[in-house]
């Protein structure tokens, strides 16, 4: 990991190399995603669904009628990345998109009966994949909460 810019010089190891992968915080962040979006396969494959379509559903689980914007605030996704995505799953069945009357500008996304239904058969996946993961439930909170950490932060630049 690069050292923090309130860390004093004399602490930064003379041979550090700042482009080394083993340095970085990115490069384990990347991988570790990759990885577990890589566990998540084969339980979203039955329900006919890619990572990025099980977000957006569990998104919308959680709040339904919600405009483009909002969903992609929530996902951090923008609107170029979201639509195609929307589209798929509007053409599969889960959801309908609308033009909000107030504004035709503001699409607003609601869950059909079919994708209220997919979340009943969702319901294993979050305990299928704990049980891949193979950490203790402590440290996935520790890490889950560190990373939220890390988002708030971005958030906040």
């Known amino acids: 990991m690069t050292p923090s810019t309130t860390t004093a010089p004399d602490a930064i190891p003379e041979d550090f190399n700042p482009l080394c992968l083993d340095n970085q915080l990115c490069f384990p962040l990347y991988a570790a995603s990759k990885e577990l979006t890589r566990r998540y396969k084969p339980f979203l494959d039955p329900l006919g669904l890619t990572y990025t379509q099980y977000v957006t559903m569990m998104a919308l689980w959680e709040r339904d009628g919600v405009t483009v914007g909002e969903l992609g ?13 929307l589209k798929r799953l509007e053409s599969h069945g889960y ?38 993961v193979g950490l203790e439930p402590a440290k996935l909170v520790e890490l889950k909460g560190l990373l939220e950490d890390l988002l708030a932060a971005f958030k906040e630049a």
């Open 73 to 85: 605030d929530r996902l951090y996704l923008d609107s170029a990345t979201l639509t195609p995505l």
């Open 95 to 132: 959801l309908s998109r609308t033009r909000s009357p107030k504004d035709e500008r503001v699409v607003i996304i609601t869950l059909t009966e079919k994708g209220r239904d997919l979340r009943r058969q969702a319901l294993d996946v979050p305990s299928c994949i704990a049980g891949r």
